[in-house]
Protein backbone atom coordinates (compact mmCIF):
# COMPACT_ATOMS: atom_id res chain seq x y z
CA UNK A 1 0.00 0.00 0.00
CA UNK A 2 1.17 3.18 -0.66
CA UNK A 3 1.55 5.56 1.99
CA UNK A 4 3.49 9.14 2.70
CA UNK A 5 3.84 10.53 6.08
CA UNK A 6 5.21 14.46 6.36
CA UNK A 7 7.11 15.62 9.05
CA UNK A 8 8.70 18.45 10.53
CA UNK A 9 6.38 21.01 10.54
CA UNK A 10 6.24 23.58 13.59
CA UNK A 11 6.71 27.13 14.49
CA UNK A 12 9.81 29.25 13.37
CA UNK A 13 10.60 32.82 13.35
CA UNK A 14 10.81 34.66 10.12
CA UNK A 15 14.48 34.40 8.67
CA UNK A 16 14.53 31.26 10.31
CA UNK A 17 15.03 27.40 8.49
CA UNK A 18 12.53 24.32 8.82
CA UNK A 19 13.47 21.08 6.81
CA UNK A 20 9.91 18.69 6.13
CA UNK A 21 10.72 15.39 5.58
CA UNK A 22 8.33 12.38 3.71
CA UNK A 23 8.77 9.00 4.54
CA UNK A 24 7.59 6.95 1.33
CA UNK A 25 6.17 3.61 2.11
CA UNK A 26 4.91 1.01 -0.83
CA UNK A 27 7.37 2.45 -3.60
CA UNK A 28 10.57 4.38 -4.44
CA UNK A 29 10.83 7.65 -3.77
CA UNK A 30 13.82 7.26 -6.73
CA UNK A 31 11.83 6.09 -9.52
CA UNK A 32 8.76 8.84 -8.90
CA UNK A 33 8.22 12.15 -9.64
CA UNK A 34 7.51 13.79 -6.26
CA UNK A 35 6.53 17.44 -5.05
CA UNK A 36 6.18 19.67 -2.54
CA UNK A 37 2.28 21.47 -2.87
CA UNK A 38 1.57 23.78 0.13
CA UNK A 39 -2.02 25.34 1.15
CA UNK A 40 -1.91 28.50 3.08
CA UNK A 41 -4.83 29.10 5.58
CA UNK A 42 -8.10 29.48 3.97
CA UNK A 43 -6.43 29.43 0.28
CA UNK A 44 -6.21 27.30 -2.79
CA UNK A 45 -3.19 24.93 -3.68
CA UNK A 46 0.50 25.95 -4.87
CA UNK A 47 2.76 23.81 -6.10
CA UNK A 48 6.30 24.88 -4.61
CA UNK A 49 8.53 22.23 -5.70
CA UNK A 50 8.84 19.08 -7.71
CA UNK A 51 12.15 16.72 -8.17
CA UNK A 52 12.00 14.22 -11.54
CA UNK A 53 13.14 11.07 -11.20
CA UNK A 54 16.30 11.84 -13.00
CA UNK A 55 17.05 14.21 -10.39
CA UNK A 56 16.04 17.29 -11.97
CA UNK A 57 14.08 19.78 -9.94
CA UNK A 58 11.53 22.36 -10.22
CA UNK A 59 10.62 25.53 -7.86
CA UNK A 60 7.94 28.17 -7.65
CA UNK A 61 9.09 31.76 -8.30
CA UNK A 62 7.80 32.22 -4.43
CA UNK A 63 10.70 30.19 -3.12
CA UNK A 64 13.17 29.82 -5.80
CA UNK A 65 16.65 30.15 -4.26
CA UNK A 66 15.54 29.91 -0.23
CA UNK A 67 13.88 26.22 -0.69
CA UNK A 68 15.35 23.02 -2.06
CA UNK A 69 13.51 19.64 -2.55
CA UNK A 70 15.89 16.52 -2.41
CA UNK A 71 14.94 12.69 -1.56
CA UNK A 72 17.29 10.12 0.47
CA UNK A 73 16.97 6.62 -1.71
CA UNK A 74 17.86 4.13 1.13
CA UNK A 75 15.67 6.01 3.48
CA UNK A 76 12.85 6.66 1.00
CA UNK A 77 12.45 9.73 2.17
CA UNK A 78 11.44 13.21 0.06
CA UNK A 79 12.99 16.32 1.69
CA UNK A 80 12.26 20.42 1.06
CA UNK A 81 15.05 22.57 2.95
CA UNK A 82 13.10 26.08 4.03
CA UNK A 83 15.62 28.68 4.60
CA UNK A 84 14.99 32.70 4.72
CA UNK A 85 11.62 31.90 5.77
CA UNK A 86 8.44 34.60 5.41
CA UNK A 87 5.30 34.97 7.34
CA UNK A 88 4.12 34.24 3.53
CA UNK A 89 5.32 30.83 3.82
CA UNK A 90 2.83 29.87 6.78
CA UNK A 91 0.90 27.11 5.75
CA UNK A 92 0.07 23.38 5.02
CA UNK A 93 2.68 21.19 3.35
CA UNK A 94 2.02 18.22 1.55
CA UNK A 95 4.20 15.38 0.00
CA UNK A 96 2.63 14.14 -3.26
CA UNK A 97 3.13 11.65 -5.99
CA UNK A 98 3.08 11.96 -9.66
CA UNK A 99 1.63 9.65 -11.77
CA UNK A 100 2.32 8.87 -15.50
CA UNK A 101 -0.20 11.18 -16.76
CA UNK A 102 1.54 14.02 -15.01
CA UNK A 103 -1.62 13.90 -11.94
CA UNK A 104 -1.49 13.71 -8.36
CA UNK A 105 -2.45 10.29 -7.25
CA UNK A 106 -1.33 9.91 -3.56
CA UNK A 107 -0.70 12.46 -1.15
CA UNK A 108 0.77 12.69 2.25
CA UNK A 109 -1.54 13.73 5.52
CA UNK A 110 0.04 17.13 5.35
CA UNK A 111 2.64 19.12 7.92
CA UNK A 112 1.74 22.87 9.13
CA UNK A 113 4.24 25.26 9.24
CA UNK A 114 3.31 28.60 11.02
CA UNK A 115 6.66 31.71 10.25
CA UNK A 116 5.62 34.30 12.82
CA UNK A 117 7.85 36.71 15.37
CA UNK B 1 3.90 30.47 -16.69
CA UNK B 2 0.42 29.56 -17.28
CA UNK B 3 -2.46 30.60 -15.43
CA UNK B 4 -5.74 28.58 -14.64
CA UNK B 5 -8.53 29.76 -14.04
CA UNK B 6 -11.83 28.46 -12.57
CA UNK B 7 -15.28 29.51 -12.71
CA UNK B 8 -17.76 29.71 -10.60
CA UNK B 9 -15.87 30.61 -7.73
CA UNK B 10 -18.74 29.24 -5.70
CA UNK B 11 -21.65 27.15 -6.68
CA UNK B 12 -24.50 26.41 -4.58
CA UNK B 13 -26.66 23.44 -5.46
CA UNK B 14 -28.80 20.74 -3.97
CA UNK B 15 -28.75 17.04 -3.88
CA UNK B 16 -29.48 15.31 -7.41
CA UNK B 17 -28.26 18.54 -9.17
CA UNK B 18 -26.25 18.62 -12.59
CA UNK B 19 -23.47 20.54 -11.52
CA UNK B 20 -20.35 21.43 -13.70
CA UNK B 21 -17.04 23.56 -13.01
CA UNK B 22 -15.28 25.41 -15.88
CA UNK B 23 -11.22 25.24 -15.98
CA UNK B 24 -9.58 27.35 -18.62
CA UNK B 25 -5.82 27.80 -19.37
CA UNK B 26 -4.34 30.68 -20.45
CA UNK B 27 -2.54 28.69 -23.41
CA UNK B 28 -2.66 25.21 -24.72
CA UNK B 29 -2.31 22.51 -22.44
CA UNK B 30 -3.64 20.01 -24.98
CA UNK B 31 -5.38 16.95 -22.44
CA UNK B 32 -2.53 17.45 -19.50
CA UNK B 33 -5.16 18.43 -16.72
CA UNK B 34 -6.53 16.92 -13.93
CA UNK B 35 -9.32 17.74 -10.96
CA UNK B 36 -9.18 17.19 -7.67
CA UNK B 37 -11.56 17.24 -4.61
CA UNK B 38 -10.65 18.58 -1.32
CA UNK B 39 -12.47 18.81 1.90
CA UNK B 40 -12.10 20.52 4.83
CA UNK B 41 -8.65 19.38 6.62
CA UNK B 42 -8.02 16.89 4.66
CA UNK B 43 -5.64 16.11 1.25
CA UNK B 44 -6.72 16.75 -1.88
CA UNK B 45 -8.21 13.62 -3.63
CA UNK B 46 -7.54 12.83 -7.73
CA UNK B 47 -10.92 12.40 -9.38
CA UNK B 48 -9.64 12.77 -13.24
CA UNK B 49 -6.59 12.91 -14.82
CA UNK B 50 -5.68 13.81 -18.36
CA UNK B 51 -8.41 15.57 -18.57
CA UNK B 52 -11.30 12.98 -18.78
CA UNK B 53 -10.09 9.66 -17.08
CA UNK B 54 -12.05 8.30 -14.25
CA UNK B 55 -9.33 8.02 -11.80
CA UNK B 56 -9.87 4.05 -9.93
CA UNK B 57 -12.17 4.29 -6.99
CA UNK B 58 -14.49 7.75 -8.24
CA UNK B 59 -17.93 7.37 -8.77
CA UNK B 60 -19.42 7.49 -12.32
CA UNK B 61 -21.11 10.54 -11.96
CA UNK B 62 -17.77 12.62 -11.77
CA UNK B 63 -16.90 12.72 -15.45
CA UNK B 64 -14.18 15.84 -17.22
CA UNK B 65 -14.35 17.35 -21.23
CA UNK B 66 -12.36 19.15 -22.77
CA UNK B 67 -8.83 20.09 -24.83
CA UNK B 68 -6.65 22.78 -25.59
CA UNK B 69 -7.62 25.51 -23.21
CA UNK B 70 -10.85 25.08 -22.09
CA UNK B 71 -12.06 22.09 -19.55
CA UNK B 72 -15.10 21.02 -17.68
CA UNK B 73 -15.83 18.66 -14.64
CA UNK B 74 -19.11 17.15 -14.34
CA UNK B 75 -21.41 15.70 -11.54
CA UNK B 76 -23.99 14.14 -13.29
CA UNK B 77 -26.14 13.76 -10.07
CA UNK B 78 -25.01 15.64 -6.31
CA UNK B 79 -24.89 13.22 -3.65
CA UNK B 80 -23.88 14.89 -0.26
CA UNK B 81 -20.55 13.62 0.08
CA UNK B 82 -19.74 15.28 -2.98
CA UNK B 83 -19.91 19.09 -0.97
CA UNK B 84 -16.60 20.22 -1.21
CA UNK B 85 -13.96 22.21 -3.00
CA UNK B 86 -12.74 21.22 -6.75
CA UNK B 87 -9.22 22.36 -7.86
CA UNK B 88 -7.65 21.90 -11.94
CA UNK B 89 -4.23 21.32 -11.89
CA UNK B 90 -2.27 21.81 -15.33
CA UNK B 91 1.08 20.61 -16.31
CA UNK B 92 2.83 21.44 -19.70
CA UNK B 93 6.53 22.52 -20.44
CA UNK B 94 7.62 21.59 -17.08
CA UNK B 95 5.26 24.23 -15.56
CA UNK B 96 2.63 22.88 -12.78
CA UNK B 97 -0.31 24.89 -11.56
CA UNK B 98 -3.61 24.98 -9.54
CA UNK B 99 -6.91 26.91 -10.39
CA UNK B 100 -8.19 28.99 -7.65
CA UNK B 101 -10.75 26.23 -6.63
CA UNK B 102 -14.79 26.14 -6.65
CA UNK B 103 -16.79 25.65 -3.59
CA UNK B 104 -19.66 23.68 -4.04
CA UNK B 105 -22.13 24.11 -0.75
CA UNK B 106 -25.41 23.34 -0.21
CA UNK B 107 -28.26 25.39 -1.45
Known amino acids: EVQLVESGGGLVQPGGSLRLSCAAS????????MSWVRQAPGKGLESVSL???????YYADSVKGRFTISRHNSKNTLYLQMNSLRTEDTAVYYC???????????WGQGTLVTVSS | DIQMTQSPSTLSASVGDRVTITCRAS??????LAWYQQKPGKAPKLLIY???NLESGVPSRFSGSGSGTEFTLTISSLQPDDFATYYC?????????FGQGTKVEIK
Open chain 1, 96 to 106: ARYSGSYSLNY
Open chain 1, 26 to 33: GFNVSGNF
Open chain 1, 51 to 57: IYSGGST
Open chain 2, 27 to 32: QSISTW
Open chain 2, 50 to 52: KAS
Open chain 2, 89 to 97: QQYSSFSWT
